[in-house]
């Protein structure tokens, strides 16, 4: 079982930065593996980065301006956001696809 906490949320002005991180406990040793998901009101979840089997990739819609990254020595990714839009605005959350568990969420919030 692994769980996954995010954290980092928060309301930044447009062209602002936030960094996200995902801590990873349980049955978890290296993170080969992990996404970040984000969820609007009223829109369907979408990913926004993922790297696995050695591949990273980004939602066409941050591609530029969001980075992924870990730490396996603190068994922790994160979500480097720069440029916010307010459309950045939702919930995010990270998913370890090997186990299936997703994080609680983050709510982040980009005014205009």
């Known amino acids: 079982q692994v769980q996954l906490v995010e954290s980092g949320g928060g309301l930044v002005q447009a062209g602002g930065s936030l960094r996200l991180s995902c801590a990873a406990s349980g049955s978890i040793f290296n993170i080969n593996s992990m996404g970040w998901y984000r969820q609007a009101p009223g829109k369907q979840r979408e990913l926004v980065a993922i790297?696995?089997?050695?591949?990273?990739k980004y939602g066409d819609s941050v591609k530029g301006r969001f980075t992924i990254s870990r730490d396996n020595a603190k068994n922790t990714v994160y979500l480097q956001m720069n440029s916010l839009k307010p459309e950045d605005t939702a919930v995010y959350y990270c998913?370890?696809?090997?186990?299936?568990?997703w994080g609680q969420g983050t709510q982040v919030t980009v005014s205009s």
């Open positions: 998913n370890d696809p090997r186990s299936g568990s």
């Open positions: 790297f696995i089997s050695g591949i990273t």
